[in-house]
């Protein structure tokens, strides 16, 4: 029988989050040298929810000391390790490893610095409603449901809950703090699921500060009040 939610949460949730982090990455982690995709990981857990890095350590390190047997794995009561690109004998190695340097981040209170997401996930889990907006409205779909890039914005606007509105206007301003390169902001709008160009004259820094203008003046709608008796 298949665990609930609520259970697989509990035993396997922040493993999860960990190893969604390593995709499209090399899990080559050493033990004097965590991976690309696990600095990405405590870099971003450091600074948005240092109290998971604990679970993670965890639900990794027990999961290592009881691998499941095939047959739980098909009945769907243990978590199923995707591939990482690593032979199934060297993945509870490999976990072992992720352990101790989370261990070890946690003890000795290493702290990585705030820094430019150098990782798929790693843009998708510091700006979620920016990659919603973009992946969402800006793929390359968007001249065949939209007449304008200003057409698509107001779709979103339109059908989307104000409080995501202020997290997607927040999230604009902190990618734009990062004062990167504007090739950098074309390769972070990519990451993000954009997948056509800003609309002229902009370029990708300046749509996005546009947007983020358009969106700090944004009003929502809430209908008519109650008649004045």
Same mark, same amino acid.
């Given at each position: 029988?298949?665990?609930?939610?609520?259970?697989?949460?509990?035993?396997?949730?922040?493993?999860?989050?960990?190893?969604?982090?390593?995709?499209?990455?090399?899990?080559?982690?050493?033990?004097?040298?965590?991976?690309?995709?696990?600095?990405?990981?405590?870099?971003?857990?450091?600074?948005?929810? =240092? /109290?998971?890095?604990?679970?993670? +350590?965890?639900?990794? $390190? @027990? #999961?290592?000391?009881?691998?499941?047997?095939? *047959?739980?794995?098909?009945?769907?009561?243990?978590?199923?390790?995707?591939?990482?690109?690593?032979?199934?004998?060297?993945?509870?190695?490999?976990?072992?490893?992720?352990?101790?340097?989370?261990?070890?981040?946690?003890?000795?209170?290493?702290?990585?610095?705030?820094?430019?997401?150098?990782?798929?996930?790693?843009?998708?889990?510091?700006?979620?409603?920016?990659?919603?907006?973009?992946?969402?409205?800006?793929?390359?779909?968007? =001249? /065949?449901?939209?007449?304008?890039? +200003?057409?698509?914005? $107001? @779709? #979103?606007?339109?059908?989307?809950?104000?409080? *995501?509105?202020?997290?997607?206007?927040?999230?604009?301003?902190?990618?734009?703090?990062?004062?990167?390169?504007?090739?950098?902001?074309?390769?972070?709008?990519?990451?993000?699921?954009?997948?056509?160009?800003?609309?002229?004259?902009?370029?990708?820094?300046?749509?996005?500060?546009?947007?983020?203008?358009?969106?700090?003046?944004?009003?929502?709608?809430?209908?008519?009040?109650?008649?004045?008796?």
């Amino acid at each position: 029988m298949s665990m609930k939610p609520l259970e697989f949460d509990r035993r396997y949730g922040e493993l999860d989050q960990v190893i969604r982090a390593y995709t499209g990455m090399s899990a080559d982690d050493e033990p004097d040298r965590p991976s690309e995709a696990l600095q990405a990981y405590l870099r971003h857990t450091w600074h948005t929810r =240092p /109290d998971a890095l604990a679970a993670a +350590e965890r639900q990794i $390190r @027990d #999961y290592a000391r009881n691998p499941p047997g095939r *047959l739980r794995l098909s009945l769907g009561e243990f978590y199923p390790v995707p591939d990482v690109g690593l032979p199934r004998s060297a993945i509870q190695d490999w976990l072992f490893v992720i352990a101790d340097h989370l261990k070890r981040s946690m003890e000795e209170g290493d702290v990585p610095p705030p820094a430019t997401p150098r990782t798929h996930w790693e843009w998708h889990a510091r700006f979620p409603e920016l990659g919603q907006f973009l992946g969402g409205w800006f793929s390359q779909d968007m =001249p /065949d449901e939209f007449p304008d890039h +200003e057409a698509a914005v $107001r @779709d #979103y606007t339109a059908t989307t809950d104000p409080q *995501l509105i202020a997290r997607l206007a927040g999230e604009f301003r902190e990618l734009l703090a990062l004062d990167l390169e504007e090739s950098d902001y074309a390769l972070a709008v990519a990451e993000l699921g954009m997948e056509v160009d800003p609309p002229q004259p902009y370029s990708p820094s300046g749509w996005l500060a546009h947007l983020a203008d358009g969106l700090t003046g944004y009003k929502a709608d809430y209908g008519t009040g109650p008649a004045a008796s």
